[in-house]
């Protein structure tokens, strides 16, 4: 069974502060994703990789930073967190090649006061 | 650049009745089609998927139509039950890992 798990369900941070979210996966998936989830507007791709030190943005990558140190790890970086940056981040990740199904972490709720 | 309307945005029905759920997408490339449930305060898993070469496909109660014409393509549930209540996104792969998410669909289902 497949296993997503994200570094935390709920934070609360102030305005300017560095933020670290952090995504595992436990089935040697290449392929790992940061997407942004808002009401109304779906699921927004913020950054990508597909092998270990590589990154690649996706459609808002603005105010975002990715590393990708370990193959199972994919960490996103809000150097300076903003009150638009309030939303729920979700992970996945899914093998490489074509066509293959993303696996979902839980979510972390992040609120920026 | 590419994109993935989907519609209603919200939809309430009748225990046992059926319920469905379109998108369009905008990347005549696009080649493969998968849609996610989420439950409320949990990660959207896979229901079901679709891929270019085939029109139809059903799980059960759940079945999706696709129409690379008109570039459109659908979920369908039938005999709908509470526990089907959730949101729904439909997607498109648009190549190079990247999939293009619809805005969701809320269902309900009222017993």
């Known amino acids: 069974d497949v296993k997503v798990t994200q570094s935390s369900r709920y934070l609360v941070k102030r305005t300017g502060e560095k933020v670290f979210l952090e995504c595992v996966q436990d089935?040697?998936?290449?392929?790992m994703f940061w997407y942004r989830q808002d009401p109304g507007l779906g699921l927004r791709l913020i950054y990508f990789?597909?092998?270990?030190?590589?990154?690649e943005k996706g459609d808002i990558p603005e105010g975002y930073s990715v590393s990708r140190e370990k193959k199972e790890r994919f960490s996103l970086i809000l150097e300076s967190a903003s009150t638009n940056q309030t939303s729920m981040y979700l992970c996945?990740?899914?093998?490489?090649?074509?066509?293959?199904?993303?696996?979902f972490g839980p979510g972390t709720r992040l609120l920026v006061l | 650049g590419e994109n993935v309307e989907q519609h209603p945005s919200t939809l309430s029905v009748q225990e046992g009745d059926s319920a469905v759920i379109k998108c369009t997408y905008s990347?005549?490339?696009?080649?493969?089609f998968p849609w996610y449930k989420q439950e409320l305060g949990k990660r959207p898993q896979l229901i079901i998927d679709?891929?270019?070469?085939?029109g139809e496909k059903k799980d059960q109660r759940i079945a999706v139509t696709l129409n690379k014409t008109a570039k459109h393509f659908s979920l369908h549930i039938t005999e709908t039950q509470p526990e089907d209540s959730a949101v729904y996104f439909c997607?498109?792969?648009?190549?190079?890992?990247?999939?293009?998410f619809g805005t969701g669909t809320r269902l309900k289902v009222l017993a």
């Open positions: 996945a990740s899914s093998f490489s090649g074509f066509q293959e199904t993303q696996y």
């Open positions: 089935m040697d998936h290449e392929n």
């Open positions: 990789s597909y092998d270990v030190k590589m990154k």
């Open positions: 990347d005549s490339a696009s080649n493969y």
């Open positions: 679709i891929r270019s070469n085939v």
């Open positions: 997607a498109a792969y648009s190549g190079t890992y990247k999939y293009i």
